[in-house]
């Protein structure tokens, strides 16, 4: 009975341990881990086979026809029987197949580059919702430092009132003041909390959904030193987007002389068997040709006229809105770095807010300052974080804008 029990609990308990589980995760590990669980590039790889697939079925040669004829011919008493095997096949005399076949591998090849960029932007959303999350996770500690000043300040605060040196307006005003800092943490471990999940789903599937994260990474501001011109040129000669789209131009391109030569008849090859009952036997030759009279294929050649000409006008503004990217990018990570590096002046720390609150309990520091000065630390360290948080999110935006080359040059 006492095992039974004991088992009973365990199965009880199991679900909250497993969704109370915590574990440390670094930035490489979390795009390791996007890349091995990813639901959501699960399906950017399905639509990817989906594109391939067609293209497969573009290029696939018609399948021969075979083809058995009996004829039961009875002339008075005379029993006679004609049996005919046959194969057909169509024949496309002005290599449409080939050009079909050209067309299909670019159409290929532009389905795996267009996955590798959505997996890249897939990646990138990644590593932006670690630096949300980092930067959460340290906002949470400062407002959580800031309450503790507070406490214990207006613990001091009550005993001064025990002793009649307080007065108990002073002390209403670190109740509000504890409230109002309570509220603020609380937002913040809710948007902590929402930010943590968002980036799980990335991460993880099914139980392990419920796994808390914890940054192991310390995120900082790292310049970079490549030009904006050299980031442009590097985006247009090796951002996959681009050049999947000067895949499937080249593709329809091919389409378009396919469907030209359409406009000829295919010829159809006929060869067969033929056995007769009276012995006679011998090999049958035909061929039959469409005569194109009514349907000369027109529709088709219009179509895929305009569909290359609408690609290639296409990539013309696909590689104008390249270049407006990577400089818009490129323009947001130096503003960000701009603003930190004014920030480094001056900044307060902990240190200096635990300073304030001592130089208040003996006296040398009025309620209005102490209350300024938490204030200030709670609003200083929370810039500095969510700058540099901003800083790592452009940078990653511009590596994606780039082609990687940011992430390329750092590992180098």
């Known amino acids: ?27 490489e590990e979390a795009v390791e881990l996007f890349k091995q669980n990813s639901l959501q590039q699960e399906l950017a790889r399905y639509d990817q086979l989906r594109k391939q697939g067609e293209a497969i079925r573009y290029k696939a040669y018609p399948n021969p026809q075979v083809s058995v004829y009996r004829e039961q011919l009875n002339a008075g008493t ?3 029987q004609e049996t005919t095997y046959q194969v057909s096949q169509p024949i496309e005399l002005l290599g449409q197949p080939f050009l079909r076949s050209r067309s299909a591998s670019k159409s290929q090849k532009a389905a795996q580059l267009q996955f590798e960029y959505d997996r890249l932007q897939l990646i990138r959303q990644v ?18 430092r800031a309450l503790e000043v507070i406490r214990k300040a207006r613990s001091a605060a009550k005993a001064r009132q025990a002793e009649g040196t307080f007065s108990g307006l002073q002390v209403q005003r670190f109740n509000v ?16 909390q929402q930010t943590g999940n968002r ?10 959904l419920g796994t808390q994260i914890q940054p192991s990474d310390s995120l900082s501001i790292m310049p970079i030193n490549i030009q904006e011109q050299a980031l442009i040129q590097y985006a247009l000669a090796n951002r996959a987007d681009l050049v999947a789209l000067e895949q499937m131009l080249g593709a329809s391109e091919l389409q378009y002389k396919v469907e030209k030569r ?26 039959s040709i469409k005569l194109p009279i009514f349907n000369q294929n027109r529709g088709n050649v219009t179509i895929t006229r305009a569909q290359t000409r609408s690609r290639q006008t296409e ?31 001056d900044a307060m720390d902990v240190s200096m807010l635990e300073a304030a609150r001592a130089a208040y309990q003996q006296g040398r ?39 990687g080359r940011i992430s390329e040059s750092q590992n180098n």
């Open 1 to 27: 009975m006492t095992r039974y029990i004991r088992w009973t609990l365990l199965l009880l308990l199991f679900p909250a341990m497993v969704h109370a589980q915590s574990t440390s995760i670094s930035l």
């Open 78 to 80: 005379l029993d006679y």
């Open 127 to 144: 590593k932006t919702l670690y630096a949300e999350y980092w930067q959460l996770s340290e906002k949470l500690d400062i407002y959580s």
């Open 177 to 192: 003041e504890l409230s109002r800092y309570r509220k603020q943490r609380d937002q913040v471990q809710l948007n902590l």
């Open 199 to 208: 980036l799980a789903t990335y991460l993880f599937s099914g139980q392990a």
């Open 262 to 287: 359409d406009r000829l008849p295919d010829l159809n090859v006929n060869f067969g068997y033929k056995n007769q009952s009276d012995g006679s036997e011998g090999f049958v030759i035909g061929g």
């Open 315 to 345: 990539l013309t503004l696909k590689q104008q809105a390249v270049r407006n990217q990577v400089a818009t990018a490129y323009e947001r990570v130096e503003l960000v770095l701009e603003q930190w590096q004014s920030m480094q002046e």
């Open 365 to 403: 520091y009025s309620l209005v300052e102490l209350l300024d000065a938490t204030q200030a630390y709670v609003d200083g360290q929370t810039m500095i974080y969510e700058t540099i948080a901003d800083y790592n999110q452009a940078l990653f935006e511009l590596d994606l804008q780039s082609a």
